[in-house]
C-alpha cells in the first residue's frame, strides 16, 4: 500500500514488554490518531516509527520499502512533541527554516517555503518575532510550520496540545485537521485523550498494554467498543456479565432482552447516552438517583439499581430532572442500549 506499514512489532526494555505484535497501516493522506493510556506504549511505538529505538522484531515500511536500518534524517518523517522545542535563540522564520535547511534546499526555496508555512498556520507576519515573546498557541503554530516546512512523507504528533488550556486546546484541533487536510499530509497522532483523537482522526487505533485492542473511525469505535477495556478507557463503565437463557440476559441488576446472537456467559454494555424520560422507549429501567452532575449540554445522572451503582446521561434542558434521593423510571430500546463485548 502507499504510506505507512507497520508488522508485527515487538519492544520491551528488559522485563517490561512495550509492546507486543503491533500492526495497522496508515493510508497516504490519512490521520491516524493512537489513543491509549498512560504506559501502553504510545511513545515506544512512535520512537521505533521515528527511528530513534529499532524494534526487537517486526518490521516498518514506506511505500513497501522495509525502513530496517535507515536512520532517522533519512526517513523523511516530521515529529511535533507537546513542548514544541522551538530553538530560543532563533526568531519565527529562522525556527521554521531549520527543516529545510538541513535537507540542503537553497535559500530562495527555503525562504518561500517558510512564507508558505506561516501563512499556512495563520502567522503570516510573525518571522521575525522572538519566540519567547509568543503565546502557547502561537508558539504550537511555530511549531506546526516548522515540522511542515520541510515537507515530511509523514508527520508524527506526540500529545501536541497538552500543554493548553481546554478552549485554546479545542479551537487549535479543529484548525490542526483543516490544514492536515488542506495539505494531504499524511499523520500519526498519539494522545491520551480521546476527544482529541475523535476530533482529529480519519480512524482511530487504541492501545492496550503494547497491543491494538480496536481499530476503527472514531464513530466505530465509540459505538462499539470491541471489549472491556476500550469501553471503560471512552467513559463507558456500565458494563456486566450475564447468562443468556430463552433469549433474555439474566444480570445481576435484573433482566434485559439479550441480542440475537448472545450465548451462554456474555459481558455487555448497558450504554449511558441511549436512554430517554419521554415513555417512548420499548423496555425500563427503575432506580434511585444518587447524583445529577451538570456537564453544559447534558446531565450526568447516578442510579442506584439493583445495589450497583450506573451512570447515565440525559439532557440538561427541555426535561426535568428528578434529584438525588428520588425514583427514576429510565426508557430504552434494547437494540440501542445493550451491546455485547
Request: proline share 6%; net charge negative.
Amino acid at each position: 500500500m502507499s504510506g505507512l506499514s507497520l508488522t508485527d512489532l515487538h519492544k520491551s526494555f528488559g522485563p517490561t514488554q512495550a509492546l507486543r505484535g503491533i500492526s495497522f497501516d496508515v493510508a497516504e493522506g490519512e490521520i491516524v490518531a493512537v489513543l491509549g493510556p498512560s504506559g501502553c506504549g504510545k511513545s515506544t511505538l512512535l520512537g521505533i516509527i521515528a527511528g530513534l529505538e529499532e524494534p526487537d522484531a517486526g518490521a516498518i515500511f514506506w511505500d513497501d520499502r522495509n525502513l530496517a536500518g535507515v536512520p532517522p534524517h533519512k526517513r523523511g518523517f516530521g515529529l511535533m512533541f507537546q513542548d514544541y522545542a522551538l530553538f530560543p535563540h532563533k526568531n519565527v522564520r529562522e525556527n521554521v527554516a531549520f527543516g529545510p535547511q538541513m535537507a540542503g534546499w537553497n535559500e530562495a526555496a527555503i525562504r518561500q517555503r517558510v512564507e508558505e508555512a506561516l501563512i499556512l498556520v495563520g502567522l503570516p507576519d510573525y518571522g521575525e518575532r522572538d519566540v519567547a515573546s509568543l503565546s502557547g498557541g502561537e508558539q504550537q503554530r511555530v511549531a506546526l510550520a516548522r515540522s511542515l516546512a520541510p515537507r515530511p512523507r509523514l508527520l508524527m504528533l506526540d500529545e501536541p496540545l497538552g500543554s493548553l488550556d481546554r478552549t485554546l486546546r479545542d479551537r487549535l484541533l479543529v484548525e490542526l485537521r483543516e490544514i492536515l487536510q488542506r495539505t494531504g499530509q499524511t499523520a500519526l497522532y498519539v494522545t491520551h485523550d480521546q476527544e482529541e483523537a475523535f476530533s482529529l482522526a480519519d480512524r482511530v487505533v487504541v492501545m492496550n498494554q503494547g497491543q491494538v485492542a480496536q481499530i476503527g473511525t472514531p464513530q466505530a469505535v465509540y459505538r462499539q467498543p470491541a471489549n472491556p477495556f476500550v469501553a471503560r478507557f471512552l467513559g463507558l463503565n456500565n458494563i456486566f456479565q450475564g447468562e443468556v437463557h430463552a433469549g433474555q440476559i439474566r444480570s445481576p441488576i435484573g433482566d434485559f432482552p439479550a441480542p440475537k446472537d448472545a450465548v451462554g456467559t456474555i459481558t455487555f454494555l448497558i450504554r449511558p447516552d441511549t436512554v430517554r424520560l419521554d415513555g417512548s422507549g420499548s423496555a425500563q429501567l427503575k432506580g434511585l438517583v444518587l447524583a445529577r452532575t451538570f456537564r453544559g449540554g447534558f446531565c450526568r445522572l447516578e442510579i442506584e439499581i439493583a445495589s450497583h451503582s450506573l451512570v447515565f446521561d440525559l439532557p440538561s434542558t427541555g426535561i426535568d430532572l428528578p434529584q438525588p434521593g428520588a425514583n427514576i423510571l429510565l426508557d430504552y430500546d434494547p437494540r440501542d442500549t445493550i451491546q455485547l463485548l
